[in-house]
């Protein structure tokens, strides 16, 4: 019962974004728009983080065998979809400085927010030598996530051009995920549990601004107009 109330949370989000998928997957085909592509991959990176709970923690139930595949789907397929971009176009990629001090100082919040509070949550059960139930969180969290973002976070300050793709899958991922938790933390009360306000309130913080910060990194991503010209005739 423990695990029912974010189950199904995430289920809700993984149907409502799977439609989203495959209507951008369509309009995709159409016209090649570089931001529909980006939406693609951080959607698949919040399967690799919620079916990567599932193959982690070892939920057996009678589809395991489809949560690794998902998993190892996804896996592959965000490692193909960042790989899949040509070196002239993500050279030709620019996002407003704005945007990039906004993402940062909010990614930053998320690291400084989260590390500390896993690392000090993980310190009882390495003490007692015991396997926490959600276990699979903290080394999702604190080995892939949180890496992720504080590398996000570096090519931001560096302002790399691979970060204007990477930076649209962070805040994707943290969107859809963090919606999930908020709305299996808010659904707890139904399965006999104390829902904690206090999380609640920071994940509904969180999962606005990340929402907000996407849909205006959608609006102000673009292809540099002067790179082009900057570029010698021959290697136009």
């Keep these: 019962m423990a695990y029912m109330a974010g189950t ?3 289920d809700i989000i993984t ?3 799977s439609a989203i998928m495959i209507l951008l997957i369509v309009l995709y085909r159409k016209c090649k728009d570089i931001r529909i592509f980006i939406s693609i991959i951080g959607l698949l990176s919040f399967y690799l983080y919620a079916y990567g709970t599932y193959v982690i923690s070892v939920l057996y139930t009678s589809i395991y065998i489809v949560y690794m595949i998902i998993f190892t789907l996804s896996i592959f397929g965000v490692i193909m979809g960042v790989s899949g971009f040509a070196g002239k176009d993500v050279k030709r990629l620019c996002l407003s400085k704005w945007i990039r001090i906004a993402s940062g100082a909010f990614l930053s919040l998320i690291v400084c927010i ?3 509070m896993w690392t000090i949550s993980m310190i009882p059960y390495t003490q007692s030598h015991t396997v926490p139930d959600f276990f699979a969180i903290f080394v999702l969290d604190l080995c892939i996530v949180m890496p992720f973002f504080i590398a996000v976070i570096y090519m931001l300050v560096r302002n790399y051009k691979l970060v204007c793709i990477l930076l649209g899958i962070a805040l994707l991922k943290t969107t859809t995920l963090i919606m999930s938790v908020a709305i299996g933390e808010i659904s707890v009360p139904a399965y006999g549990l104390e829902p904690d ?3 609640i309130a920071i994940y509904g913080v969180i999962t606005i601004f990340s929402l907000l910060l996407f849909v205006l990194y959608l609006l102000k991503i673009r292809y ?3 790179y082009d010209k900057a570029l010698p005739r021959n290697r136009r």
Excluded: E, L, R, T
Aim: glycine residues 0%; negative net charge; contains cysteine.
């Design 15 to 17: 149907i409502i974004s």
């Design 197 to 199: 306000i206090a999380m």
């Design 8 to 10: 199904i949370s995430q």
């Design 114 to 116: 989260f590390v500390p």
């Design 224 to 226: 540099c107009v002067d």
